[in-house]
T-cell receptor, first 115, second 114 residues
Framework: AQSVTQLGSHVSVSEGALVLLRCNYSSSVPPYLFWYVQYPNQGLQLLLKYTSAATLVKGINGFEAEFKKSETSFHLTKPSAHMSDAAEYFCAVTEGSSNTGKLIFGQGTTLQVKP | EAQVTQNPRYLITVTGKKLTVTCSQNMNHEYMSWYRQDPGLGLRQIYYSMNVEVTDKGDVPEGYKVSRKEKRNFPLILESPSPNQTSLYFC?????????????FGPGTRLTVT
């Protein structure tokens, strides 16, 4: 069965510092992996996705994530945090190759950016 | 404008009173899904649909029903709501089924059951 674990429910960084949000998954078949962002009082927006092409995936707003099969990880990074990055971030996985429509989300990580 | 719309956005109701939350997308997407979001639990999938007349259970389907009679609409039905269904609900759609390309999310419906 699929599962997603996001380490750290809250992460706080200073403006300009590196952002690192951790995501580990378990999947019995090659996964499709996603990061979504949710700003206050809004729906979720797709940041980036891994679909078995390049292992380093670039997304919107300067974010990127690296798929590491050996570590079953898909951590999200941004070199320099901006105040506007403060939001909740969700990692998600689906097993596309098994043709199921199930999508599993992690519990979310709230990113705080301090001036 | 490409979008997923949900109605109502806010709803307060009483235990046992049937309700329907509508979801509509204008992108001709194959896949649609419902989620509930609760603090500390992230998003949990309730039901999903891979195409018209094709629906399946997610992780938390108890107490909910759905239908997919036409491609653009995917209503969520609570036949007899209970207080533990108080939550923030999101509808989402994806061009592909399964949703390997990511999903578009609606703005959410905040439901309170007293």
């Amino acid at each position: 069965a699929q599962s997603v674990t996001q380490l750290g429910s809250h992460v706080s960084v200073s403006e300009g510092a590196l952002v690192l949000l951790r995501c580990n998954y378990s999947s019995s078949v090659p996964p499709y992996l996603f990061w979504y962002v949710q700003y206050p009082n809004q729906g979720l927006q797709l940041l980036l996705k891994y679909t078995s092409a390049a292992t380093l995936v670039k997304g919107i707003n300067g974010f990127e994530a690296e798929f590491k099969k050996s570590e079953t990880s898909f951590h999200l990074t941004k070199p320099s945090a901006h105040m506007s990055d403060a939001a909740e971030y969700f990692c998600a996985v689906t097993e596309g190759s098994s043709n199921t429509g199930k999508l599993i989300f992690g519990q979310g990580t709230t990113l705080q950016v301090k001036p | 404008e490409a979008q997923v719309t949900q109605n109502p956005r806010y709803l307060i109701t009483v235990t046992g009173k049937k309700l329907t939350v509508t979801c509509s997308q204008n992108m001709n997407h194959e896949y649609m899904s419902w989620y509930r979001q609760d603090p500390g639990l992230g998003l949990r999938q309730i039901y999903y649909s891979m195409n018209v007349e094709v629906t399946d259970k997610g992780d938390v389907p108890e107490g909910y029903k759905v239908s997919r009679k036409e491609k653009r609409n995917f209503p969520l039905i609570l036949e007899s709501p209970s207080p533990n269904q108080t939550s923030l609900y999101f509808c989402a759609s994806s061009l592909n089924a399964p949703p390997t390309g990511g999903q578009y999310f609606g703005p959410g419906t905040r439901l309170t059951v007293t």
